[in-house]
């Protein structure tokens, strides 16, 4: 087997971009994991769930890089994690009942009106 071919340059790639992405936007990372999973050959919910998986383990180190650098404190965070895991646990029951045609078009209007929304500030 070869370790260099289009679909492992595909995956390392993506990994790169995603992670650059997600630590300099603070979001955004699942934008790219989302498409670039389907683009392996996973279905839409599977895409979904691992791209989460993907974004925690940079969210994480990405934080404690930007908690270490003096940008962000503990204490104007933690009105957002309580609640945040509130919507992690309700989207990930939510994930189970919307169908994937759904999923499709809820993930893409997001994708548009944030990006309407960033062109516009």
Known sequence: MKLLNK???LIAGGGVFTGIVNSILGAGGGM???PLLKLLGLDTKASHSNAVAVILPIS???AYFYL?????T???SFIYI?????GAIAGT??????????????FGAFMIYAGIRLLLK
């Not at 029951?93 to 809820?106: D, E, G, P, T, Y």
């Open 7 to 9: 679909k492992n340059a």
């Open 74 to 76: 503990l204490k104007d």
């Open 32 to 34: 790219l994991a989302v």
């Open 68 to 72: 270490k650098a003096g940008y962000v």
């Open 82 to 86: 309580p609640t945040g895991l509130l």
């Open 60 to 62: 994480i180190l990405s």
């Open 93 to 106: 029951f939510l994930l189970r009942k919307i169908s994937s045609v759904w999923l499709n078009r809820i």
